[in-house]
């Protein structure tokens, strides 16, 4: 693994993503994917122009040694998330109910990183990571492009390696089997933006000999310690709601079954407390706290330079932050989906007020890397954050975002997810 600082001046994959201007996407490819997968549906998803501005024409290039350090990072973080003097912490401002552990480590971890000349840093961490199985589909229609770069996906199965997750989840709580019946569950799922992976997710499930069903919170009733949709018994229930504490009163029949065990529910109010409250990275970068609760010297130095450092926002810190704001990210410690955060140098007096009301954190600002790409044909630099989605800190598969503007989103032109490909030097 190599130390953060001995990254050379300039890559080969840097120097591909600022002038290479292939397009590497494939869209015929992916049409015809969707189209295998989904059936009749798919002519429906591909009307929505929201489909379009979910893949980018072009690839992003890493360089393996960037990779490695993401995978190392991630690993040292779960081993750090064991500790008990951690668990203790961080599970000390998590709900009541957070406390609970039925056993499940969490389905489709995403840690999202910026990649510098200083290697890569990690930005965020993610308990119902989206666009998975979208990213799996994309990164199988590519156009071969500049030379002998290669995929980064992942698992070379992603589908079994996805099935043996869910099994794998549901023999930490019920100790043998598997699931036979999975329901992917979101408020009003046929209206989210990512429907269509919901889509792709029930097809993978069901080739794998698992019923799946994609349903609202309001289709489930918990009843003698069982979870139903109607008359049929829900055994898992991938979660991708954002009440991350399954808190609010419509989903009082999921709170109830993953408080009781009628169902494995995954991602969990446990696991989101233990990785995605955004306090935690906190903790997580703070090298002298980590050693004195037993992580190793190589794994806390990891940590502390892998995080940016990361405070929580108080009264007694408010000052320091406005007068060098420019140099802070500020993230609500329960946000999602990048509602609510500001860069720093776009801070008014008026919004900064708001967030000493609020629950935040300041986080120091990394800038992200950027990717050439055509737009009408025209050259235009887009920034970009790297993803790892994992599950027990292995990879499933790499996938990288390009936007513009302060935060991730699918409203850029020649934005949304695209491939990552390793590029040696």
Known sequence: MQKTG???EKTQAERLNQHCACVTLDRRAITRALADQLGDDADDMLSNPRWHQLFSNVAVFVPPQDLDQMRAIVQALEVAAALPAYRRRVLSWAPQSA?????????????????????PRLIEINTNAGGAFLNAMLARAQLQCCGDATSAAGSSDFDAAVTAQFESEWRAQRGSGRPQRIAIVDDQPTEQYLYPEFRLAQQ???????????????????????????????DLVYNRLVDFGLEAPEHAALRSAWLDGGAVITPNPHVHALFADKRNLAVLSDHETLSAWGLSPEKAELLHSGIPRTVQVTADNADALWQQRRDWFFKPVAGYGSKGVYRGSKLTKNTFSRILESDYIAQAYVPPSERLVLVDGQREMLKVDVRLYTYRGALLLAAARLYRGQTTNFRTPGGGFAPVLLMED
């Open 99 to 119: 406390r609970y552990n039925p056993g499940p480590m969490g389905a489709f971890m995403g840690y999202d990183f910026h990649l510098g000349k200083q290697g």
């Open 6 to 8: 001995d990254f050379p």
């Open 204 to 234: 993978s499930l069901r080739s794998h000999g698992i019923d799946a069903l994609i349903l609202s919170p309001a289709d489930l009733r918990d009843e003698s310690g069982a979870l139903y949709n109607g008359s049929k018994r829900i």
